[in-house]
Protein backbone atom coordinates (compact mmCIF):
# COMPACT_ATOMS: atom_id res chain seq x y z
CA UNK A 1 0.00 0.00 0.00
CA UNK A 2 2.89 2.18 0.56
CA UNK A 3 6.55 1.99 -0.98
CA UNK A 4 9.47 3.96 0.56
CA UNK A 5 12.03 5.45 -0.84
CA UNK A 6 15.33 5.96 0.57
CA UNK A 7 18.32 8.35 -0.38
CA UNK A 8 21.32 10.47 0.90
CA UNK A 9 23.64 8.02 2.29
CA UNK A 10 27.03 7.64 1.85
CA UNK A 11 30.43 7.83 3.36
CA UNK A 12 31.02 10.89 5.67
CA UNK A 13 34.26 11.33 8.02
CA UNK A 14 33.92 11.52 11.81
CA UNK A 15 32.65 14.88 12.89
CA UNK A 16 30.78 15.33 9.64
CA UNK A 17 27.24 15.44 8.65
CA UNK A 18 25.07 14.10 6.65
CA UNK A 19 21.38 14.80 5.06
CA UNK A 20 18.36 11.47 4.98
CA UNK A 21 15.25 11.78 3.04
CA UNK A 22 12.52 9.14 2.59
CA UNK A 23 9.65 9.36 0.11
CA UNK A 24 6.64 7.59 0.51
CA UNK A 25 4.41 6.94 -2.49
CA UNK A 26 0.91 8.78 -2.54
CA UNK A 27 -1.42 8.05 0.00
CA UNK A 28 -4.70 9.14 0.69
CA UNK A 29 -4.82 9.87 3.86
CA UNK A 30 -1.80 11.51 6.37
CA UNK A 31 0.66 8.70 7.37
CA UNK A 32 0.59 8.71 11.16
CA UNK A 33 4.40 7.62 12.29
CA UNK A 34 7.20 8.03 10.14
CA UNK A 35 11.01 7.78 10.92
CA UNK A 36 14.54 5.90 11.28
CA UNK A 37 15.92 2.77 12.24
CA UNK A 38 19.61 1.60 11.45
CA UNK A 39 21.31 -1.54 11.89
CA UNK A 40 24.89 -2.11 12.61
CA UNK A 41 26.61 -5.50 11.31
CA UNK A 42 26.37 -7.80 13.78
CA UNK A 43 23.75 -5.81 15.81
CA UNK A 44 19.98 -5.18 16.52
CA UNK A 45 17.55 -3.01 14.43
CA UNK A 46 17.16 0.04 16.39
CA UNK A 47 15.24 3.12 17.04
CA UNK A 48 16.85 6.40 15.65
CA UNK A 49 14.08 8.54 15.60
CA UNK A 50 10.45 8.66 14.86
CA UNK A 51 7.73 11.51 14.48
CA UNK A 52 3.93 11.72 14.53
CA UNK A 53 2.10 14.03 12.02
CA UNK A 54 1.14 16.09 14.98
CA UNK A 55 4.43 16.85 15.50
CA UNK A 56 6.19 14.87 18.45
CA UNK A 57 9.27 13.04 18.50
CA UNK A 58 10.85 10.61 19.61
CA UNK A 59 14.94 10.00 19.71
CA UNK A 60 17.07 7.46 20.60
CA UNK A 61 19.53 8.61 23.42
CA UNK A 62 22.60 7.94 21.48
CA UNK A 63 21.61 10.24 18.84
CA UNK A 64 19.61 13.31 20.75
CA UNK A 65 21.23 17.00 20.46
CA UNK A 66 23.05 15.44 17.00
CA UNK A 67 20.33 14.52 14.94
CA UNK A 68 17.05 16.11 13.85
CA UNK A 69 14.10 14.33 11.83
CA UNK A 70 11.20 16.67 10.43
CA UNK A 71 8.52 15.60 7.95
CA UNK A 72 6.55 17.59 5.34
CA UNK A 73 3.15 16.01 5.66
CA UNK A 74 2.13 17.10 1.94
CA UNK A 75 4.66 15.57 0.59
CA UNK A 76 4.70 12.08 2.75
CA UNK A 77 8.21 12.74 3.00
CA UNK A 78 10.75 12.20 5.95
CA UNK A 79 14.27 13.67 6.92
CA UNK A 80 16.86 13.08 8.85
CA UNK A 81 19.75 15.44 9.75
CA UNK A 82 22.76 13.77 11.23
CA UNK A 83 25.46 16.44 12.56
CA UNK A 84 29.05 15.51 14.57
CA UNK A 85 28.77 11.72 13.23
CA UNK A 86 30.63 9.03 14.80
CA UNK A 87 32.32 5.94 13.56
CA UNK A 88 29.53 4.26 15.59
CA UNK A 89 26.83 6.14 13.36
CA UNK A 90 28.00 3.65 10.91
CA UNK A 91 24.72 1.42 10.12
CA UNK A 92 21.98 0.76 7.44
CA UNK A 93 19.54 3.43 8.02
CA UNK A 94 15.95 2.18 7.18
CA UNK A 95 13.21 4.65 6.87
CA UNK A 96 9.80 3.68 8.56
CA UNK A 97 5.83 4.37 8.50
CA UNK A 98 3.11 3.47 10.10
CA UNK A 99 -0.31 3.42 8.51
CA UNK A 100 -2.51 1.46 11.08
CA UNK A 101 -2.68 -1.15 11.53
CA UNK A 102 0.00 -1.58 9.08
CA UNK A 103 4.19 -0.90 9.26
CA UNK A 104 6.35 -0.16 6.05
CA UNK A 105 10.03 -0.11 5.73
CA UNK A 106 11.92 1.14 3.01
CA UNK A 107 15.19 -1.34 1.34
CA UNK A 108 17.61 1.11 3.49
CA UNK A 109 20.90 2.89 2.82
CA UNK A 110 24.23 2.63 3.86
CA UNK A 111 25.64 5.63 6.47
CA UNK A 112 29.74 5.19 6.69
CA UNK A 113 31.59 7.23 9.29
CA UNK A 114 35.20 6.56 8.33
CA UNK A 115 37.44 5.89 11.26
Known amino acids: QVQLVESGGGLVQPGGSLSLSCAASKYRFIIETMGWYRQAPGKQRELVAT???????NYADSVKGRFTISRDNAKNTVYLQMNSLKPEDTAVYYC?????????WGKGTLVTVSS
Open 51 to 57: MISGGST
Open 96 to 104: YCRVVPMDY
